[in-house]
């Protein structure tokens, strides 16, 4: 059976909206595509894009509300 629950206009299963921020960071780019590519540099890519994450984080966390204090922790 469905839980009791009730949403937006009361109706069971139509959850409340929320803001939602949609983003996109700079392109990270790669030489060319590897077949097998080396432990460094998925280490060396993962890194960028682990930084440019961080970055549109600490740089839009204001947009939403509530977000203004938090952390991203990875």
């Given at each position: 059976?469905?839980?009791?629950?009730?949403g937006?206009?009361?109706?069971?299963?139509?959850?409340y909206?929320?803001?939602?921020?949609?983003?996109?960071?700079?392109?990270?780019?790669?030489d060319?595509a590897?077949?097998?590519?080396?432990?460094?540099?998925?280490?060396?890519v993962h890194?960028?894009?682990?930084?440019?994450?961080?970055?549109?984080?600490?740089?839009?966390?204001?947009?939403?509300?509530?977000?203004?204090?938090?952390?991203?922790?990875?």
């Amino acid at each position: 059976s469905l839980p009791l629950s009730y949403g937006r206009l009361g109706m069971p299963l139509v959850p409340y909206s929320k803001p939602l921020a949609a983003l996109v960071g700079k392109p990270i780019r790669v030489d060319q595509a590897y077949e097998n590519p080396s432990e460094e540099l998925v280490n060396e890519v993962h890194a960028k894009f682990v930084a440019e994450l961080q970055r549109i984080f600490q740089k839009h966390k204001g947009v939403v509300p509530g977000y203004e204090d938090k952390q991203l922790y990875l």
